[in-house]
């Protein structure tokens, strides 16, 4: 049971460049996230899909585009990537649980360099 | 959305208690976490704490809550140098269909040796 795994560990880009980072989980969970996290400003949330087939709009979106494309895999589009996206993105995953039972699992991250 | 305010740094020494404080604004949070990042890894759940109560032990680690005043701490005991982390409060409610959660920046425990 690997958990939530997460490819690249780490990349570098250049400004206009485009990259999917891949998320997979095999705990069955339901739902699943990415995170950024940049010094200063805590973790925020890009995009969630609560249940395959299904993705919302998280905190910071702009400039990312999400797949679920199954219930084990979420990806994250960068199509063309700029310095201010330089940042640790995270994956999550959450099983379908109680109303409020928000156990999130985290993959390592990625660390993602955009020059 | 729930905002939190928690200090950005604290430094303790190796065997000495460390007590973070978290204060949040939605006072209607059913749950309340405390997650825990070490240095380049992801995030994990540490422990947590129902809104009907005021305390929760956990080994070394004791959560209080004051409702009243939103208030939220984790005392660790005895800290050693493997709690050296990042550690994030995180209040939730229990709406149906909410997924989220709001983590904010978070305090950075800094272990002495």
């Known amino acids: 049971n690997a958990g939530v795994t997460q490819t690249p560990k780490f990349q570098v880009l250049k400004t206009g460049q485009s990259m999917t980072l891949q998320c997979a989980q095999d705990?069955?969970?339901?739902?699943m996230y990415w995170y950024r996290q940049d010094p200063g400003m805590g973790l925020r949330l890009i995009y969630y899909s609560a249940s395959e087939g299904t993705t919302d709009k998280g905190e910071v979106p702009n400039g990312y585009n999400v797949s679920r494309l199954n219930k084990r895999e979420f990806s994250l589009r960068l199509e063309s990537a700029a310095p201010s996206q330089t940042s640790v993105y995270f994956c999550?995953?959450?099983?379908?649980?109680?109303?409020?039972?928000?156990?999130?699992?985290f993959g390592p991250g990625t660390r993602l360099l955009v020059l | 959305g729930e905002d939190v305010e928690q200090s950005l740094f604290l430094s303790v020494r190796e065997g000495d208690s460390s007590v973070i404080n978290c204060t949040y604004t939605d006072s209607s949070s059913t749950y309340l976490y405390w997650y825990k990042q070490e240095p380049g890894a992801g995030l994990q759940l540490l422990t947590y704490i129902f809104s009907n109560m005021d305390m929760k032990q956990d080994q070394r680690l004791t959560v209080l809550l004051n409702k009243k005043d939103k208030h939220l701490s984790l005392r660790i005991a005895d800290t050693q140098t493997g709690d050296s982390a990042i550690y994030f409060c995180?209040?939730?409610?229990?709406?149906?269909?909410?997924?989220?959660?709001?983590f904010g920046k978070g305090t950075k425990l800094s272990v002495i040796p």
């Open positions: 705990m069955n969970h339901n739902s």
């Open positions: 999550a995953s959450r099983p379908r649980g109680l109303a409020g039972q928000e156990t999130q699992y």
């Open positions: 995180v209040p939730k409610d229990s709406g149906a269909g909410s997924y989220q959660l709001t």
